[in-house]
Each structure stands twice: as C-alpha cells, then as structure tokens.
C-alpha cells in the first residue's frame, strides 16, 4: 500500500483482518495511506486506521438479499428460502398473488427437520445432508424433495441452492428457491404411459409388419419429447435404391416378399429396445435411443448395411443400401429438422453410388431471431394454442371458428398471410378460408378453382417431407425448383401443414411472410406447427360434416321423390324408419315402422338373399329373383346413424 501511495503519489488502501487480543473479537479494518512530503531521502506518509466491520457485513447482507431477489424474481410462483446457520433459522419468501411477499420464519430449523411433517422422512434426511453440507463448504447445487412446503399438499419440488462465504470463507448464509415440479414429474410418467399405449396400439405396414410411417413418426416425435439434458439418441435411416446399370423388377410379390427378408434382418439386428418402421417404398428407419458412442452405433449400423447387401434378393434385383445416421439431443430444434438432416446425409450417401453408411450433419443452434418486435412469441407458446383450441371447441358454428381462428394466429404472429386449401374432385383446389395482413391483398375469390400444382395456391406437396410440413425460413434456402417460384411468387418464408384423410394429402393450411425484413423465427415455426395440428383436426371434421350434409341432402330429396320407390332402414333392421312419397301413395298408407318384406310384399320373413342382409353384414349385393327383383341397396350416414337406402323399380311392386 505503501509502495504504491509513494510511487503513483495518490491514496492508496488495503484491508486487513484482526483478532483482537482482549476482546477475541474479529475486526476488519480498512487502512489508508497518502505521501504528504517527499525529500532526498525519505518520504512522509498520512496514515488512516478505521473500523470497517460493521460497512462489510452490511456489504455481504445485501449481496445475499440481491441473490434471493435473483432467484425470486428468476421463477414465479416457487418459494425462495434462506437460512442462517449460525441462529439455525430458515425464512421463506413466497410471492402470494394481490398480497406481495409472504415472509415465513422456522426457528431451530436443522434441530426440527427429522420431525417436520410439511416433508417426507426420506426427504427430510436428504435435505438435511444438503443443508449440512452447504454450511460445510460454499457451494451450489440441486436435488428434489417431496414435501407440503405452501400447504396445498405433498409434491415434488425441485431445490436450487448457494451456500455464500464471508471475507474468511465461512459460510454465512444459504439461499435458494423451490419449485414445484409435480406437474413435470407426472407429464413423465404420462409420457412413459403415452409411450406404451402408442406402440400397442400403433398401425403396421402390411407387407413387412414393422410400424407403419405415420406410427414410426409419432413415437419417435414421443421419445424425442423424453429425452434428458445430455442424453443422447440416434436416428437412421436404410434405403434400398436402383443401380441404374441393373434392370429394375416390375415383380410386386417378389418385391414384397424382398422387403419382408429385410425388416427381419434389421429387426433382428435392432434390438427390442428400438423402434423400427416402413417409412417409404424401399426405406426403412431405426429410432434407438441410450448410451452408446457414436463409433459404435456407426459400426453397428454398417454391420447391418452388409447384412442387408448380401442378400440374394437385393442382388438379384439389382439394389444397392444406402444408410445415413443423425445424432439427436434435447437441443434439437425440431423433430423437422431432424429428417431434414438425415434426409440430406441420405442423398449423399446415395450420391457416392455404394453401400455407404455416413453421418448426419451436427444439428445446428437455434436461429436467432431476426425479428426483435415479436419477441413475446415464447410467452405466446402455452397461450396460443389453448385459444385457438377453445375458440373452436365452443364454436357453433364451425366455419365462423376456424375463420376466427386463422385471423387471431395471423395477427398475434404477424403473418402477412394464412389460407386454406382443399382437393376438390380428382384434379382441383380451392381456398376454403384466407386472412391477410394489411397491405396484402385477399386472392381467395380467384382461386376457387385451381388445378393440382398450381403456384397461385402453393400446392408444394411433392416436397413435403414425412412429417406432412414443408418449411421454408427463406426461399433463398430452397433449392432447384421450389426456391425459384417461391421468389417468383413474391414468397420470403412459407410454412405448410398437411390435412391428412385415409393416408392421403387432401388440403393443406399455408403460413405465408412476403416481407423481406420478417423471414419467419424458429419460435414462430414451433408454435405454428402445434397450432396447426389442432386446426387441422376441425378442418377436417369440417369436412366430413360437409360430406354428410351432401349425403343427408340427397337422401332428403330422395324421399319427397315421386317417380322412383325407396324407404330406409336403420342398419341391422327391417323395420321401415322412412318410405317417401311414391310407396305411400302405392299402398295406401304411411308403412313407417312396418316390416319392409310385409309392408311391401306381405311376406311373413325377409326373402333369401335379401339385399338389405348382404349389405348389412359388409358384402357387395348380388341381383335376387322374386319377389325383389331390381332392388338397389345402399348404406348412408343419416341423422348421426347408418341408413339402408333400398330403391324399386315399379315392377318389383307389382
């Protein structure tokens, strides 16, 4: 201290400790020096001795309040705690909704604990091993208690804990906080049920008998969801392709039976802990996740690779395997991004024209946002998708809820653009519902009918990938054709979602960005796929609604006919449930209720071969002698049943 007063000529101090010999008090004393004359050989300094241990506690006592804010104000809703060692006194603060902070004080906290019935025994005796530990050794760390700790009952919480030291390295004080993860613990168990159920209940391929593409999908998405922070998993996919030197077989059975020699190979290979399945004409995909290294998995995966190339079948046929690895963590970005990746290493290994087994590329970080006015998108997350779900739950009717609810994703996300598109026919879309921002211009009455592939209404479905979305951040990205009309059309970010119905495309909801300075976030793409898993159920409810209108308007204006006879059946019955204008007028009478072989033939018992019992019991009708002769039958869905809908010619009543 000296040294430097008399070099720099400013004031200069230093700290020391002091144990005083009388008192065996510890004081902190705080010195300061000054140089106020200097000569030829000697230098005269001002020296200042004062007291500063009272400054210093009051020092470390409001660090260790600005910590407890920290974790306070870091969570709300958990309890932040401290507790003092040397009055073995614990306080918690807990944020209680229009009342500020509760303070709640344990007196004799560690001396009580074993006997504390707000905590578990168990949990009782780990946290007192944290507790003792913390005042041992500064230090931080977390672990998970069950306990009441806010008298709402027994859950899991999760404890985040700092054990802070004063000038001498003791521990003076221990502070965290305390979460509630009961929710989190029973979303696991949930998930390990879900898990379970999907695979009893998954659909598998036919010919191979793995897990069918929508199924494989599906549990991986779930395991995916499962995986802890570090834990690692691996996805790989196998792809049987042509040799274009080799003559391609035509033969289906063979082919068939071909791939069914294959998916034993790899099932036997696989393991039971994995999930394997059909996920495309000759490609297959292994979801395995655990503890293994990289290294190993790759030599795994090319054993089976050769396993698979040395079959006398993919020889014969002239096939040569191609398989492609991507490591998977929690940071993934999304389960898109994933088949993104192992897609592209797939194409490159096939590009290399040999049974080659490669790895995907390292999955990169999250996008940064590029747009910092929507940066309440994560707080949208939870929100967003609960109204949208709501709104149309409790809709009543059906097309006002959806129009409502791409207008409320459109301008809470700022989209320029969210339409709806649907197969009309075998050949034609049309836009069923449309929502622009303000400077776009509405097209949904212009495109009402649209041929397959028409750019006008995005019909991208050739490029959708397995999942059933197509992404594009920006059209720059997209290659080859795609990216050259999206910048064509004006297209700066697109997002896709497909309508499924019966394993085929038939519509699909379109998220559109037009200007250059709003290419979409990472976060807008994760909320809106999970939005539009939700409107895509009600769009096609929707749809099947409308179908059945159709069905029932037919049927309406079939009985109020006059030149052809018919009734209806409920299935399973004889008993007329509607016969129309022209039989009542025949016979004379309204034969509602009525057995159709009495009424119509006075018949005691239903003629053999009766077309109303084929097609009850699912098989196609056959023509029948008397007395029903020229009898058509069919099956439709009526007043939430279904109906059988017999049609006579005016000879079979005569």
């Not at 065996?24 to 004062?50: N, Q, Y």
Request: glycine content about 6%.
């Amino acid at each position: 201290m000296l040294d430097r007063a008399g070099t720099e000529f400013e004031e200069a101090s230093c700290q020391i400790t002091f144990n005083g010999l009388r008192t065996g008090r510890t004081m902190l004393l705080l010195f300061r020096a000054e140089i106020i004359a200097v000569s030829i050989d000697r230098k005269v300094f001002f020296i200042g001795c004062e007291d500063f241990t009272a400054q210093q506690r009051e020092l470390e006592e409001q660090r260790w309040h600005d910590e407890q804010s920290r974790l306070l104000l870091e969570c709300s809703g958990s309890i932040a705690f401290e507790y003092d060692p040397q009055a073995d006194a614990l306080v918690m603060f807990q944020s209680v909704p229009g009342k500020g902070t509760e303070r709640i004080v344990k007196k004799n906290f560690l001396i009580n604990l074993p006997n504390d019935s707000a905590i578990h025994p168990k949990s009782a005796s780990r946290f007192l091993e944290i507790m003792q530990s913390s005042i041992r050794e500064p230090g931080s760390g977390t672990d998970e208690i069950f306990a009441d700790v806010n008298g709402s009952g027994f859950h899991w919480h999760r404890i985040s804990y700092t054990s802070l030291p004063d000038e001498l390295g003791h521990v003076r004080r221990v502070v965290g906080r305390t979460d509630d993860i009961q929710l989190e613990r029973e979303r696991q168990l949930m998930m390990d049920v879900l898990d379970q159920t999907l695979q009893e209940v998954a659909e598998t391929d036919p010919v191979t008998g793995l897990y069918s593409v929508g199924s494989i999908n599906i549990l991986v998405r779930n395991q995916l969801a499962k995986l802890e922070e570090g834990e690692r998993a691996y996805l790989t996919f196998f792809e049987l392709w042509n040799d274009p030197s080799a003559p391609e077989s035509h033969d289906s059975a063979k082919m068939n039976e071909m791939l069914a020699e294959v998916a034993n190979v790899l099932a036997a290979q696989a393991g039971s802990s994995s999930l394997l399945g059909r996920i495309g004409q000759r490609t297959f995909g292994l979801f395995y996740r655990g503890t293994s290294s990289e290294k190993a998995i790759a030599a795994k995966t090319e054993e089976m690779l050769q396993s698979i190339q040395r079959m006398p079948a993919v020889r014969e046929n002239g096939l040569v395997v191609s398989a492609a690895i991507a490591a998977v963590t929690g940071s993934e970005p999304s389960f898109h991004h994933l088949l993104i990746r192992v897609d592209a290493a797939l194409q490159k290994a096939k590009s290399l024209g040999e049974a080659r087994c490669i790895f995907a590329e390292t999955a990169p970080d999250a996008r940064e946002s590029q747009r910092y006015a929507v940066s309440s998108i994560q707080s949208l997350q939870p929100l967003l998708p609960d109204m949208v779900f709501h709104l149309l739950f409790n809709a009543q009717n059906i097309d006002a809820g959806i129009q409502a609810s791409i207008v409320l994703i459109g301008r809470l996300l700022d989209i320029s653009r969210v339409f709806v598109f649907e197969q009309r026919g075998g050949s034609t879309l049309t836009c069923q519902f449309e929502w622009c921002a303000d400077g776009i211009p509405p097209q949904i009455e212009r495109l009402k009918i649209e041929p397959f592939g028409s750019a006008a209404a995005r019909d991208f479905r050739p490029y959708f990938l397995r999942d059933g979305m197509l992404i594009l951040h920006t059209a720059e990205e997209a290659d080859g054709a795609l990216g050259k009309i999206a910048q064509k059309e004006g297209i700066v970010s697109l997002l896709e979602c497909a309508l499924m119905e019966n394993g085929a495309i038939t519509g699909y909801i379109g998220y559109e960005e037009r200007r250059a300075d709003h290419p979409f976030t990472q976060d807008q793409i994760n909320l809106i796929t999970t939005i539009s898993r939700v409107l895509s159920v009600y769009l096609l409810k929707r749809r099947a609604v409308l179908h059945e209108k159709d069905e029932c308007a037919y049927l309406d204006a079939l009985y109020s006919r006059v030149d052809q006879y018919a009734f209806s059946l409920d299935s399973g019955s004889y008993k007329m449930r509607v016969c129309n204008r022209r039989i009542r007028e025949k016979i004379g009478r309204d034969a509602t209720g009525e057995f159709c072989y009495h009424a119509l033939w006075n018949l005691d018992a239903p003629c053999e071969g009766c077309p109303v019992a084929v097609l009850d019991a699912g098989k196609q009708p056959s023509p029948v002698d008397e007395p029903c002769r020229c009898m058509l039958t069919y099956g439709l869905p009526y007043e939430g049943k279904r109906v059988l809908v017999p049609c006579l010619s005016e000879d079979a009543t005569d």
